[in-house]
């Protein structure tokens, strides 16, 4: 497709700027499929404008010929999905902002160059990991009057696969609290009625009777509890997202531990980077992620004699804004530390697990994640990650 008039090159250019303004959109609103349409639609306009100008997409970024900035590639830039161009022979070359961003260059790519060869080498691989995220690949194989040359536009899907691994878990929740409650509610109900039948009768079999009873129904309320404290985590509404700034966030969260008297004895220190941007996320749902996790660091340092210190720390990489909070308390054991994060797991005598794993439903449902990471400088340090998405 070439567009060699200047009117079909007026057209082609406005396309682009709408395919992009689409591509975004989507993006923002998490739909991958529509996203993966507007930028083929985009790709396809771009090679199409670039061939008719003449110009190889391996080229740098750079300038028109009067030294302003090209229209084209200036809307490029624009698209937060990686653009990457291959000619024959040559080295992959990022396209615009975003892949220059990921692949931390300039033009042509080095980090990750052998990983992204081999995607792009026919026949084709549909994903690629990169840099410990998953990437939906899709590539379009373009002629021009230059020659032949790939096209291939990177997805982040990773964030994906993380909101539908919360959404399994919170239909799986749902449907085993519903069969459950469904038993548990006419065994109680049937062991009190009982209890009552045998109210009238006095003698050492009955009394036997009524304490089994008695035991059967108190076994089967709090089961009942602990049931309704993880369907809790089935009922978590979908995330309405706003842009927010991860270090006033933490401070916010941070301001109601410090003010409260009772915690007069822990030290709450903190660490945030100037150059955090700012995320898309459910401020009320991520600051209660933060308390709870923020909550068991304090539980952690009741039996200090000494300093009871929480540390939290605010950085980012490329792709992920990181959340830590460390402790120096009394640590996590090796047993619990594997499954820490498995439905029903809990390091308290009396604890349901609800708060950790809330905490991790909610990161997960921004396409973020909670872990456990090791750090020989604390006890015990949990980090959330949440996605950069432009």
């Known amino acids: ?26 993006l923002m609103k998490a739909l991958w499929a529509n996203a993966a349409i507007g930028t083929l639609i985009g790709t396809i306009l771009f090679a199409g404008l670039m061939s008719a100008q003449r110009r190889s997409v391996a080229a740098p970024i750079a300038s028109s010929v009067n030294g ?3 229209p084209v590639h200036v809307f490029l830039d624009q698209i937060p999905l990686p653009l990457i161009s291959l000619v024959p022979g040559g080295m992959p070359q990022a396209v615009n902002r975003a892949a220059r961003a990921l692949f931390e260059t300039d033009d042509a790519i ?5 990983a992204l060869l081999a995607a792009l080498t026919p ?8 840099f410990g995220r998953r990437y939906a690949l899709t590539v379009t194989e373009v002629q021009t009057q230059d020659g032949p040359f790939r096209l ?6 990773q964030s994906e696969l993380h909101r539908a691994e919360a959404a399994t878990l919170r239909d799986t929740l749902q449907v085993l609290g519903h069969e459950i409650m469904n038993s548990l509610t006419p065994i109680s109900s049937l062991a009190d009625i009982a209890h009552d039948y045998l109210s009238p009768m006095q003698n050492e079999a009955a009394d036997k009777a009524r304490e089994a009873l008695s035991t059967l129904s108190r076994r089967s309320a709090s089961l009942t509890r602990f049931i309704e404290a993880y369907r809790s985590l089935a009922r978590l509404p979908p995330p309405q997202v706003q842009p927010v700034h991860p270090g006033r966030l933490v401070e916010d969260v941070l301001s109601f531990f410090s003010r409260n008297p009772a915690l007069s004895e822990v030290r709450f220190d903190r660490e945030i980077a100037e150059d955090v941007p700012w995320v898309a996320l459910d401020e009320a749902q991520v600051g209660q992620a933060l308390i709870n996790i923020l909550t068991n660091a304090v539980e952690a340092t009741e ?20 959340i830590r909070i460390a402790d120096n308390g009394q640590g996590i054991a090796e047993t619990v530390r594997a499954g820490l994060f498995m439905t029903f797991t809990t390091t308290k005598p009396h604890g349901s697990g609800t708060g950790l794993n809330l905490a991790r439903q909610i990161a997960l449902a921004h396409g973020g994640n909670l872990g456990l990471i090791e750090d020989p400088s604390a006890s015990t340090v949990f980090a959330f990650t949440f996605p950069v998405t432009g």
């Open 1 to 26: 497709m070439v567009f060699e008039s200047r009117p079909l090159r007026a057209l082609a250019l406005v396309a682009l700027i709408l395919s992009a303004a689409f591509t975004c959109d989507a």
């Open 110 to 114: 080095v980090r990750g160059r052998d």
């Open 68 to 70: 302003a900035a090209d």
């Open 123 to 130: 026949p084709n691989e549909p994903r690629l990991d990169l």
């Open 303 to 322: 039996a200090n004699t000494g300093l009871r210190l929480i540390r939290v720390s605010v950085s980012h990489t490329a792709h992920d804004v990181v």
């Open 152 to 157: 291939a536009t990177l997805t982040d899907v």
